[in-house]
């Protein structure tokens, strides 16, 4: 019956500590929540912006204009999405492989030291690959995207030039 008690206490204890430093630290918790609503429509925005390259050029190719502004003028993303975060935000891409495959990187800078202290923390709940970089207070993100996707793509991929071949006709 002790054992139980304790292992009771303990619990109640470690869900006591877990609200204080919770409510104690409500700025690292929103820059957690904030690093995570960031993520999922700057991704996709990017890959939007692969996708318009490829259908323009028929290759894969880092994208010629990789600005918030041009995510944001082609309705990748709202127009007011810069507004919604502290940080300055900038983006990346960069073709491995033969260019099949593309890594897109998000990089979130801080204005201040303790900003940075809070994205510093904030990453350590992300399950992708990031770096934090003190010296500059930046957060970067990576996400590997494959932009030959199906057994139709692949046979209509030239390797060798990272570009699509159109279907023969007949």
Known sequence: MQIGSLILAASIMAGLT????????PGRWITSYKVDAVQAPMFDAMEQNMMHT????????????TSMAFLMENQWLPSD?????????TTSYFTLGY???????????????????????????????????????????????????????????????GCFIPPREG
């Open 81 to 89: 999405f810069e507004e919604r975060y502290s940080w300055a935000i």
């Open 54 to 65: 490829i259908a323009n050029g028929g290759c894969i190719r880092n994208p010629a204009d």
């Open 99 to 161: 260019g099949e495959i593309a890594k897109l990187s998000l990089t979130l800078t801080a204005d201040s030291d303790e900003d940075a202290e809070k994205l510093k923390s904030a990453a350590q709940g992300i399950g992708s690959d990031w770096r934090f970089e003190p010296s500059t207070r930046s957060l970067t993100i990576h996400r590997t995207v494959p932009f030959v996707r199906s057994e139709f793509d692949e046979s209509h991929f030239d390797f060798a030039t």
């Open 18 to 25: 877990a609200l204080t430093v919770s409510t104690l630290e």
